[in-house]
Nanobody, 120 residues
Framework: QVQLVESGGGLVQPGGSLRLSCAASGSIFRINTMAWYRQAAGKQRELVAGITGAGTTNYADSVKGRFTISRDNAKNTVYLQMNSLKPEDTAVYFC??????????????WGQGTQVTVSS
């Protein structure tokens, strides 16, 4: 069994910053790509940023230059540093990890989501 626990969401004013964390725990052999998605009200879930096991990153055009994804492999944790936040960044943010468990099965796992609201 694997669990992803997210933290760090909240209410912030435009131009402000937040840092999201997502910690994976359980019968983990290896974590491959780790990513953050978001879903705004009435919209489809979209990829925000991803980071491979080798550290290669990719970002949605809408967040390039403002958001930074990173990972701590020793802690099985992925982070999303969000700066210069805009009202359009308001959404529920979800962590996603591609994990191979100790029984050698590979699956996608999702966190429960954390609300980010950007408003004055």
């Amino acid at each position: 069994q694997v669990q992803l626990v997210e933290s760090g969401g909240g209410l912030v004013q435009p131009g402000g910053s937040l840092r999201l964390s997502c910690a994976a725990s359980g019968s983990i052999f290896r974590i491959n790509t780790m990513a953050w998605y978001r879903q705004a009200a009435g919209k489809q879930r979209e990829l925000v940023a991803g980071i491979t096991g080798a550290g290669t990153t990719n970002y949605a055009d809408s967040v390039k230059g403002r958001f930074t994804i990173s990972r701590d492999n020793a802690k099985n944790t992925v982070y999303l540093q969000m700066n210069s936040l805009k009202p359009e960044d308001t959404a529920v943010y979800f962590c996603n990890c591609q994990i191979r468990t100790t029984d050698w099965k590979g699956s996608d796992y999702w966190g429960q989501g954390t609300q980010v609201t950007v408003s004055s």
